[in-house]
Each structure stands twice: as structure tokens, then as C-alpha cells.
């Protein structure tokens, strides 16, 4: 499913590094730091990620992690 996510998101590269740092484990807070984010900004990026991940997925099978 990564790879199905990371094509939808191809022509965007906060959400692909997003994904890169959740696939890594990072922390929210850590992921702000490293992208040089503000919450709101990364609150944002995640919010862009969600909705197409609910449109990829529509059964709802992904969470936060």
C-alpha cells in the first residue's frame, strides 16, 4: 500500500516526506523539526495526506500512526 500512496502523492513532496518520516517511526513534533514545519503547517500536510488517503482507501483501513 506504501507504494500505491507514494504514487497518489507524486507530485507532492511535504506528503512524501511525511510518509517517509511515519514509515520511520518519527514523532509528529520530530517530523516539524525536520522539515522545518510549523504545527500548523504540518497539521496541513497531514490533513492533505489523510483525505487521499480516505479517497485511495475508502474502507478506512489506515489510522495515525
Same mark, same amino acid.
Given at each position: 500500500?506504501?507504494?500505491?500512496?507514494?504514487?497518489?502523492? $507524486?507530485? #507532492?513532496?511535504?506528503?512524501?516526506?511525511?510518509?517517509? *518520516?511515519?514509515?520511520?517511526?518519527?514523532?509528529?513534533?520530530?517530523?516539524?523539526?525536520?522539515?522545518?514545519?510549523?504545527?500548523? $503547517?504540518? #497539521?496541513?500536510?497531514?490533513?492533505?495526506?489523510?483525505? *487521499?488517503?480516505?479517497?485511495?482507501?475508502?474502507?478506512?483501513?489506515?489510522?495515525?500512526?
Amino acid at each position: 500500500r506504501l507504494d500505491v500512496i507514494n504514487e497518489f502523492f $507524486s507530485d #507532492d513532496p511535504e506528503v512524501q516526506l511525511v510518509i517517509e *518520516g511515519l514509515a520511520e517511526g518519527m514523532t509528529g513534533p520530530e517530523m516539524q523539526e525536520a522539515l522545518g514545519l510549523s504545527k500548523q $503547517s504540518y #497539521d496541513t500536510v497531514f490533513r492533505r495526506m489523510r483525505r *487521499g488517503a480516505r479517497r485511495l482507501f475508502p474502507e478506512g483501513s489506515l489510522s495515525r500512526a
